[in-house]
């Protein structure tokens, strides 16, 4: 079985400063056996973590539009942000790779999109985050889990890791799986264990917004 954490940033994220090392050994000690990498606007973090990790590690990138952040899982190319949410989705469908959604309904951080459209963007999803570690707010869990059920799509979580302390708070236990092509039928057999992060780690990413600056 696989405990699996599908969002966590390293130093190569704006505002992370949290190294590939120090992600090993949280991992190691909190058993986490399986990671998405998604820094923003960016695979390089991802790229070189898949070189040194001792357990598998996808290649994500969280990319921003004007309408908020898409998430691409089994990457093989690096998507620029600032481009339409169309194209975005369009350039993650042709590289083969995964099409989600971080945080979907984060009054902060979550899609700007009615409801209409919302559900009209279902239609090209593979997976939405129903559980993020740094979401607040309990009814967007609620929102995301009802929103993933009602359209059918998969549901992931994750840590939204910036600090090392995160890792581990949030994973799914699930069925191994040997890529992408099975990746979402084992997402079915998956179970959620969220806890959610204290706010004090968003002081930390600001934090280091401000030193990259």
């Known amino acids: ?4 954490d599908f969002h966590i940033h390293t130093l190569h994220s704006y505002d992370c400063g949290m190294s ?3 992600i090993i050994d949280r991992c190691l000690k909190t058993g ?3 990671i998405a990498i998604s820094d923003h606007s960016t695979i390089t973090g991802a790229l070189k973590m898949q070189e040194i990790a001792p357990f598998p590690v996808i290649i ?4 921003l539009t004007p309408h908020g952040e898409v998430m691409g899982l089994f990457l093989e190319e690096e998507i620029p942000s600032g481009q339409p949410l169309a194209e975005v989705i369009s350039r ?9 959604l971080p945080h979907p309904f984060d009054p902060f951080r979550g899609l700007k999109l009615s409801h209409t459209e919302m559900e009209k963007l279902a239609t090209e999803l593979d997976f939405i985050e129903v559980f993020n570690a740094r979401s607040p707010f309990p009814r967007t869990t609620t929102k995301a889990q009802d929103f993933a059920r009602k359209c059918g799509i998969a549901a992931t979580a994750g840590s939204d890791a910036h600090t090392p302390g995160e890792i581990g708070r949030t ?3 699930m069925p191994e799986f040997s890529g992408k ?3 979402l039928e084992a997402l079915k057999g998956g179970q ?9 780690v968003h002081l930390s990413s600001t934090w280091t917004k401000l030193k990259k600056r």
Request: negative net charge.
């Open 1 to 4: 079985m696989f405990k699996a």
């Open 20 to 22: 590939l090392e120090a």
């Open 32 to 34: 986490i056996n399986c």
């Open 60 to 63: 994500a990138e969280e990319i």
């Open 92 to 100: 993650i469908k042709a590289q083969g790779a995964l099409v989600g």
């Open 171 to 173: 994973f799914i236990e």
């Open 181 to 183: 092509d099975d990746f």
């Open 192 to 200: 959620i264990n969220g806890r959610r992060s204290s706010l004090l």
